[in-house]
C-alpha cells in the first residue's frame, strides 16, 4: 500500500515562494499535484510521468494557471516529489494535493490531467496566499 505525505503549504504574500514536497512510501509510477480551493471543484496543477531511464522517458505536464511559475521534480531515489511554486498569487490559494499511480500504464494526455488516473492521494497541505 502506498502512502503519500505531503509538506511545505503555509501562508505567504503574493509574489512570493513555496516549496512542496510530497513522500511517498511504495512503489509509484506516474504522480502529480491537484489543487481545491473554497467552493471549488479538484483540479489539475501539475504532473510528471514515469520514466524507466531506457524506453520510457518522465514528461512533465502543466496547467495553464501556472506554467512559467511553477516547477514539479522528482528525485526517484529518495521517493520524492517536489513542487516549487513561485511568483505566487491569490488565487493559488487551496488545498494541494499529491497523486500518485500505483502502477505502470502507457501514459496519454487525456488520462493524466484527470484525478482517476491515480490510485493514492495524499492528505493535503494548505497553501495560503495573500494580497
Known amino acids: 500500500q502506498v502512502q503519500l505525505v505531503e509538506s511545505g503549504g503555509g501562508l505567504v504574500q503574493a509574489g512570493g515562494s513555496l516549496r512542496l514536497s510530497c513522500a511517498a512510501s511504495g512503489r509509484t509510477f506516474d504522480m502529480g499535484w491537484f489543487r481545491q480551493a473554497p467552493g471549488k471543484e479538484r483540479e489539475f496543477v501539475v504532473a510528471i510521468t514515469w520514466g524507466d531511464g531506457f524506453t520510457y522517458y518522465g514528461r512533465t505536464y502543466y496547467a495553464d494557471s501556472v506554467k512559467g511559475r511553477f516547477t514539479i521534480s522528482r528525485d526517484s531515489a529518495q521517493n520524492t516529489v517536489y513542487l516549487q511554486m513561485n511568483s505566487l498569487k491569490a488565487e493559488d490559494t487551496a488545498v494541494y494535493y499529491c497523486?500518485?499511480?500505483?502502477?505502470?500504464?502507457?501514459?496519454?494526455?487525456?488520462?493524466?490531467?484527470?484525478?482517476?488516473?491515480?490510485?493514492?492521494w495524499g492528505q493535503g497541505t494548505q497553501v495560503t496566499v495573500s494580497s
Open positions: 497523486a500518485a499511480k500505483g502502477t505502470w500504464a502507457v501514459p496519454n494526455l487525456t488520462e493524466i490531467f484527470a484525478s482517476s488516473w491515480y490510485d493514492y
